[in-house]
């Protein structure tokens, strides 16, 4: 009898368990589908972002739609060298976050991504304009 006691226990614990966690996935793509679609937000973009001491970054966002990205990013006219980075990325009240990068995206009109400095505010001046990814028509 102690047996079956512990067994459904068990049952119960895990039916539990695998219950929140698909509860835990629905918030976070009903946090996505409140605004834009995973779809939507989903694909590759592509920019070349400003650069100091080279003829610019040239930069591509690769969101994928199980919350996987991909960063790459090279030196032009500087470097042979492809700088990769690979991590999840989540969608937060129109700001894209990048699991192990320092910056964060803002999404403008649908088919552009904006870097945000730093602080996680808009960059401004001159230069702003060039702080952005267009996305990729599939």
């Not at 973009?45 to 591509?60: F, K, N, S, W």
């Not at 969608?91 to 602080?119: H, M, P, R």
Request: charged share 30%; glycine share 6%.
């Amino acid at each position: 009898m102690k047996r079956l006691l512990i067994l459904l226990c068990c049952i119960q614990f895990l039916f539990i368990a695998c219950d929140n966690q698909r509860k835990g996935a629905e918030a976070v793509k009903d946090s996505v589908d409140k605004q834009y679609s995973l779809q939507e937000l989903s694909g590759a973009y592509i920019g070349i972002m400003p650069c100091a001491d080279c003829d610019g970054i040239e930069t591509v966002l690769k969101l994928n739609q199980n919350f996987s990205y991909r960063y790459t990013s090279k030196y032009l006219n500087k470097s042979d060298e492809v700088f990769v980075k690979d991590g999840k990325w989540k969608f937060e009240n129109d700001i894209v976050t990048l699991e192990g990068v320092d910056y964060k995206f803002k999404l403008g009109e649908k088919a552009k991504l904006w870097q945000l400095d730093l602080s996680g505010d808009d960059i401004v001046g001159e230069l702003a304009e060039n702080y952005k990814l267009e996305k990729i028509k599939d």
